[in-house]
């Protein structure tokens, strides 16, 4: 598997792998949620399921649905700032900025071209380098500013 980008929610996660071989998403994710949930059983002294039901993938097929991917994952912690924003837009911009750069359970910051550890799980190239014209962090801009009509 070669993971493009990722968030770590309090309920959820989020990934844009790329498969190596036929069949390697199911066999990533069942090895993933497996050892996490070994992980997090033995630490937290309990036992069963962590995760509810199978895990939902779809096939990203053009260039406009996956740069669209990109933005959903990384933007994805500012609902813990405020949940109906893409409803009503940002409040403030530049506290939703700020709540991003600091959030590190995501690959945003790697975006943004800060070296981490992390970095390491990353292959920035099973995806197009949209951001070589454009920085990522305008790309990011332009959704904070969006609003509904």
Same mark, same amino acid.
């Given at each position: 598997?070669?993971?493009?980008?990722?968030?770590?929610?309090? @309920?959820?996660?989020? /990934?844009?792998?790329?498969?190596?071989? +036929?069949? %390697?998403? !199911?066999?990533?994710?069942?090895?993933?949620?497996t050892g996490y949930t070994m992980y997090?059983?033995?630490?937290?002294?309990?036992?069963?399921?962590?995760?509810?039901?199978?895990?939902?993938?779809?096939?990203?097929?053009?260039?406009?649905?996956?740069?669209?991917?990109?933005?959903?994952?990384?933007? @994805?912690?500012?609902? /813990?700032?405020?949940?109906?924003?893409? +409803?009503? %837009?940002? !409040?403030?911009r530049e506290r939703a900025e700020r709540?991003?750069?600091?959030?590190?359970?995501?690959?945003?910051?790697?975006?943004?071209?800060?070296?981490?550890?992390?970095?390491?799980?990353?292959?920035?190239?099973?995806?197009?380098?949209?951001?070589?014209?454009?920085?990522?962090?305008?790309?990011?801009?332009?959704?904070?500013?969006?609003?509904?009509?």
């Amino acid at each position: 598997m070669d993971i493009a980008s990722y968030c770590l929610m309090p @309920n959820h996660f989020h /990934l844009l792998v790329r498969a190596r071989e +036929e069949g %390697g998403v !199911s066999k990533f994710m069942q090895k993933l949620t497996t050892g996490y949930t070994m992980y997090f059983n033995k630490r937290y002294e309990r036992t069963g399921a962590l995760f509810q039901g199978k895990f939902k993938a779809t096939h990203v097929n053009n260039d406009r649905y996956l740069r669209y991917l990109i933005s959903y994952i990384h933007l @994805n912690p500012v609902k /813990l700032i405020e949940p109906k924003w893409k +409803e009503t %837009g940002i !409040s403030n911009r530049e506290r939703a900025e700020r709540y991003l750069r600091e959030y590190a359970h995501s690959s945003y910051l790697d975006y943004m071209g800060e070296a981490r550890p992390a970095a390491s799980l990353l292959e920035r190239s099973a995806v197009p380098d949209y951001f070589s014209e454009t920085s990522f962090e305008s790309f990011v801009t332009e959704w904070l500013t969006y609003r509904p009509e």
